[in-house]
Structure formats: structure tokens, C-alpha cells
């Protein structure tokens, strides 16, 4: 029986994001010790505070904010004896999840995370960039339905609802393509904005963000994965260092898929999976092959436990 771990991506804007799980467990105050280290943000900040209004820093913190809070969830397991046979992210998340397989050490990836700061954002004069969430019939080829849009691509895919009926895309581009998209598409697909989402991630008009961070990637030291860490760029299990590395640096510019993620979990024998922190769909939105558990405080953790033990997850010495 495997368990898997999937990790989303986005960012937390919520204050109180990991108090809980700071305030009640030594090792998660180690694990943000060591972030506030490698970032030069304080703990308050990372679980306490407001985020900033500027774009690059609040979006800079937030993702330090959900990458810690993933990694915490994951140590507080990891002390109960639960312990991931393989592990998967979408954008954010396929970063930390390189960390939990142990091909990156934790401070090299705050150390790259905390460098987003200084990413440029679209600002006063440049055309308006978003995302918005698509949905369409489950035979259709979401790229078709965008042919012939310039200026918005698919960005993020999460496979088939729960009902079979739909999938959903997130899209990325100007804000004008989009609406042009939301207008244009054929009968059975609406497109809507998702709002506070002012950039085109995981699309060629965040390439800058991809040539930014590639120095640091080039810099970092990157292990092969004590366990394997399953790909959300392609349908693919990854094995090696040099490997990760890619990810790390396709990762800002090119469409991530949620169902890759599941799809190969699947056909590596996955039969549970644990979500940890935010950025996935919740629970009965997706058609997924085995049960998820989402994880986010702790009063989710009790569920978590049951549920590995009632699928006969072995656990490991603390």
C-alpha cells in the first residue's frame, strides 16, 4: 500500500497559516527557525502577519509561507511514523516536494524562494496580466479551444470533475486575451476570472521570472530524490538530480497538470494520497483514483492518521 504526497501550489495569504502547528510541535519551530535563516523573514511574518500590498514581496512571502507550512505538515508525520513512498507538487509545490524527496536541502530552496522578491511584476504601463479558470467538456482539448487567441495559453490543468461531465484548466495571459477567451469559446465552456491574480504563470509572458531565477537554480546542489518525485510538467516519474534541476527550472513558464500527478501516483501503486497545505481542488471537485486526504492544521492531522492506518500505511520509526 502507497502513500503518496501532493502538494499545491499558489501561495497563502491568510495570517495564522502554521501557528498552530508552531506553537505545538518543537521540529516545526526548528523547520521556521531555519526559513527565517535562509530568508531574513521573521516567523511573524511568515505565520503571523498581514502580507504587504507590494505585488513581488507579497507574492514572494506567501509562497515561503506556503512551502514552510507544507514541510511542516510533512515533519509532523515524519515524527508519527508517516513517511511518503513517493511525492508531487504543482508549481510551488513541485519545489518543496524536491525537498521532502531529499534532492534539495531546505535552505537552498527558501534561499531561491526568498530571491522572488525582486521577480518584476507587471506594474503602471505594461499590458494587464491574469488567470482564470476554464471549464469545458471532458473531450476537450483546451489548447483547440484557445487557437487563434494570441495572448493566452493553458497554464495549469486539473483533469476530469467528479461527475465526468467537465475538466478544468487554469488559463494565463492579458487580461484583454482572457476576455476575449471568456467571450469567443464555444457553447459548454466558461471561462472565469480568478481574482487578486494580476500575472501569467506558468505561460511563455512569465519567461523573465524563468531567466531570473536560473542562476540560483544553477547555483543550487541538487541530489538524486531518496524517493522518487513524480512530475507535473510531463506524465513521468523522476529519479535523478539533474532531473529535478530541469523542473526546477521549467517550472515558471511552462503548463504544470495536476493529472499527470495523480494519473502516474496511480501507476506507481499509490492507493492514498495526502495533500498538504493549499493549491489543490478540494475534496469531491475532481475525479481522482484513490482517496485524498487534505491537510492544512492541526485538527486535520487525527484524520490523517486514521486514514493511513485504516489503508494499512506501515509507519517507521520517529
Same mark, same amino acid.
Given at each position: 500500500?502507497?502513500?503518496? $504526497?501532493?502538494?499545491?501550489?499558489?501561495?497563502?495569504?491568510?495570517?495564522?497559516?502554521?501557528?498552530?502547528? =508552531?506553537?505545538? $510541535?518543537?521540529?516545526?519551530?526548528?523547520?521556521?527557525? %531555519?526559513?527565517?535563516?535562509?530568508?531574513?523573514?521573521?516567523?511573524?511574518?511568515? @505565520?503571523?502577519?498581514?502580507?504587504?500590498?507590494?505585488?513581488?514581496?507579497?507574492?514572494?512571502?506567501?509562497?515561503?509561507?506556503?512551502?514552510?507550512?507544507?514541510?511542516?505538515?510533512?515533519?509532523?508525520?515524519?515524527?508519527?511514523?508517516?513517511?511518503? &513512498?513517493?511525492?508531487?507538487?504543482?508549481?510551488?509545490?513541485?519545489?518543496?516536494?524536491?525537498?521532502?524527496?531529499?534532492?534539495?536541502?531546505?535552505?537552498?530552496?527558501?534561499?531561491?524562494?526568498?530571491?522572488?522578491?525582486?521577480?518584476?511584476?507587471?506594474?503602471?504601463?505594461?499590458?494587464? %496580466?491574469?488567470?482564470?479558470? !476554464?471549464?469545458?467538456?471532458?473531450?476537450?482539448?483546451?489548447? &483547440?479551444?484557445?487557437?487563434?487567441?494570441?495572448?493566452?495559453?493553458?497554464?495549469?490543468?486539473?483533469?476530469? @470533475?467528479?461527475?465526468?461531465?467537465?475538466?478544468?484548466?487554469?488559463?494565463?495571459? =492579458?487580461?484583454?486575451?482572457?476576455?476575449?477567451?471568456?467571450?469567443? #469559446?464555444?457553447?459548454?465552456?466558461?471561462?472565469?476570472?480568478?481574482?487578486?491574480?494580476?500575472?501569467?504563470?506558468?505561460?511563455?509572458?512569465?519567461?523573465? &521570472?524563468?531567466?531570473?531565477?536560473?542562476?540560483?537554480?544553477?547555483?543550487?546542489?541538487?541530489?538524486?530524490?531518496?524517493?522518487?518525485?513524480?512530475?507535473?510538467?510531463?506524465?513521468?516519474?523522476?529519479?535523478?538530480?539533474?532531473?529535478?534541476?530541469?523542473?526546477?527550472?521549467?517550472?515558471?513558464?511552462?503548463?504544470?497538470?495536476?493529472?499527470?500527478? $495523480?494519473?502516474? !501516483?496511480?501507476?506507481?501503486?499509490?492507493?492514498?494520497?495526502?495533500?498538504?497545505?493549499?493549491?489543490?481542488?478540494? &475534496?469531491? #471537485?475532481?475525479?481522482?483514483?484513490?482517496?485524498?486526504? =487534505?491537510?492544512?492544521?492541526?485538527?486535520?492531522?487525527?484524520?490523517?492518521?486514521?486514514?493511513?492506518?485504516?489503508?494499512?500505511?506501515?509507519?517507521?520509526?520517529?
Amino acid at each position: 500500500m502507497a502513500l503518496a $504526497y501532493i502538494l499545491g501550489g499558489g501561495f497563502i495569504d491568510g495570517p495564522s497559516t502554521g501557528l498552530d502547528l =508552531y506553537e505545538q $510541535y518543537p521540529t516545526v519551530r526548528a523547520l521556521y527557525e %531555519e526559513v527565517t535563516d535562509a530568508t531574513g523573514f521573521t516567523v511573524e511574518q511568515i @505565520t503571523r502577519e498581514e502580507l504587504p500590498d507590494e505585488l513581488a514581496l507579497r507574492w514572494c512571502l506567501g509562497e515561503i509561507r506556503q512551502g514552510a507550512l507544507q514541510l511542516a505538515l510533512h515533519d509532523v508525520l515524519a515524527e508519527h511514523g508517516i513517511r511518503p &513512498a513517493m511525492v508531487g507538487g504543482l508549481s510551488l509545490g513541485a519545489l518543496t516536494a524536491a525537498v521532502m524527496s531529499g534532492s534539495l536541502r531546505r535552505r537552498e530552496l527558501f534561499g531561491i524562494l526568498s530571491t522572488k522578491r525582486d521577480i518584476r511584476y507587471p506594474g503602471p504601463g505594461d499590458p494587464e %496580466e491574469g488567470l482564470a479558470l !476554464m471549464s469545458m467538456p471532458v473531450d476537450a482539448d483546451p489548447a &483547440a479551444y484557445l487557437a487563434g487567441i494570441d495572448g493566452v495559453y493553458p497554464a495549469i490543468h486539473f483533469g476530469p @470533475t467528479n461527475d465526468g461531465e467537465s475538466r478544468i484548466t487554469v488559463i494565463a495571459g =492579458y487580461q484583454d486575451a482572457i476576455a476575449k477567451a471568456a467571450a469567443d #469559446v464555444p457553447t459548454g465552456c466558461v471561462v472565469t476570472p480568478l481574482p487578486n491574480r494580476p500575472f501569467a504563470a506558468h505561460s511563455p509572458l512569465w519567461k523573465h &521570472a524563468s531567466d531570473f531565477l536560473e542562476p540560483h537554480v544553477a547555483a543550487a546542489t541538487f541530489a538524486d530524490p531518496r524517493i522518487p518525485v513524480v512530475n507535473s510538467l510531463a506524465p513521468e516519474t523522476i529519479t535523478t538530480g539533474e532531473a529535478v534541476r530541469q523542473m526546477f527550472s521549467r517550472n515558471p513558464a511552462e503548463p504544470v497538470s495536476l493529472a499527470y500527478l $495523480y494519473e502516474e !501516483m496511480w501507476r506507481n501503486g499509490t492507493k492514498l494520497a495526502f495533500a498538504l497545505g493549499s493549491g489543490v481542488p478540494p &475534496a469531491g #471537485v475532481l475525479k481522482l483514483p484513490f482517496p485524498v486526504v =487534505y491537510l492544512e492544521t492541526v485538527d486535520d492531522l487525527a484524520e490523517a492518521f486514521t486514514a493511513a492506518d485504516d489503508a494499512g500505511i506501515e509507519r517507521s520509526a520517529a
